[in-house]
């Protein structure tokens, strides 16, 4: 299984929500989210303020052997990183700027797919050495489509590194459930201005979408769950099976058959 680990902020007004205090003059939460990308569903979501830096959940989410967590730089902790070697699950992230390494081993590499390097390395600096005494393995990437290298940390030394380059891409679906809750699920505003209303309005936008998703692959409906959403919520105190309410409104509009508009030119 493969995870993807990141955080999104949601601004609120501090003269409101007081207890939401992130500066000075500005009010935030985060939403700390594990997102299993099979389904994708989210498996862990923990709510904070906006003052807990990322890096802290790695000390909240549950570690499965033999699975992938693929995060960030700003996850980037080498002594939290080594608890998921100790539990025998892997990690992907990305290395800083200011990385130092000692190269141990150059393992051959096909240029055609855009892998540059492929590296077993250890730690140099001192305290991150300490933090993770193990190896790691350092894959260097050039994406054609941003034009752009990339600098791979993982302990998993099996993979081949385009594998590797390729997890970590599908890691930006967490970015996208995050793009696609704030507006569908209406998490932006809320009816509450207490702490317990705020975070009961998350859980149930969450629920609402783990819902929809689990109705939509029992159905194997080939909707998106917007349009699930959207039939949903104009029926919602009909008696009626799921599956029929989804059929009565089609999702698709045939626009060239019923129509009253007459047609401007004649095909």
Same mark, same amino acid.
């Given at each position: ?29 985060? +939403?700390? =989210? ?6 994708? @569903?989210?498996?862990? #979501?923990?709510? !904070?303020?906006?003052?807990?830096? $990322? ?12 699975s ?15 608890t ?26 096909? +240029?055609? =797919?855009g ?5 077993? @390395?250890?730690?140099? #600096?001192?305290? !991150?050495?300490?933090?993770?005494? $193990? ?9 054609d ?36 809750i ?11 201005t ?11 936008a ?62």
């Amino acid at each position: 299984t493969a995870y993807a680990l990141d955080s999104t902020t949601i601004d609120l007004c501090l003269n409101l929500f007081r207890w939401a205090q992130f500066r000075r003059t500005k009010g935030a939460i985060k +939403l700390h =989210t594990l997102l299993d990308l099979l389904g994708p @569903i989210p498996t862990f #979501i923990y709510i !904070s303020d906006g003052k807990l830096h $990322d890096v802290n959940a790695l000390d909240l989410i549950p570690i499965e052997a033999g699975s992938f967590y693929i995060m960030d730089r700003g996850y980037l902790d080498f002594e939290r990183l080594h608890t998921f070697q100790d539990l025998g699950a892997f990690f992907i992230t990305r290395a800083k700027r200011s990385f130092k390494y000692v190269r141990l081993l150059s393992q051959e590499v096909n +240029l055609s =797919t855009g892998v540059r390097s492929d590296q077993i @390395i250890r730690l140099k #600096i001192f305290h !991150s050495q300490k933090g993770y005494p $193990d190896r790691l393995r350092r894959v260097r990437y050039f994406d054609d489509e941003t034009q752009r290298f990339f600098v791979y940390l993982t302990n998993n030394f099996t993979l081949p590194p385009m594998s590797i380059a390729l997890l970590y891409k599908s890691w930006w679906q967490v970015e996208l459930f995050f793009k696609w809750i704030k507006p569908h699920l209406r998490i932006k505003a809320f009816y509450g201005t207490s702490e317990n209303a705020v975070k009961s309005q998350i859980w149930i936008a969450v629920s609402m979408y783990v819902l929809i998703a689990i109705v939509r692959k029992r159905l194997g409906l080939d909707m998106s769950l917007y349009q699930i959403l959207q039939i949903l919520s104009v029926t919602p105190f009909e008696k009626m099976p799921i599956l029929q309410a989804l059929e009565t409104f089609n999702a698709q509009i045939d626009l060239t058959s019923d129509c009253n508009q007459l047609n401007l030119f004649d095909f």
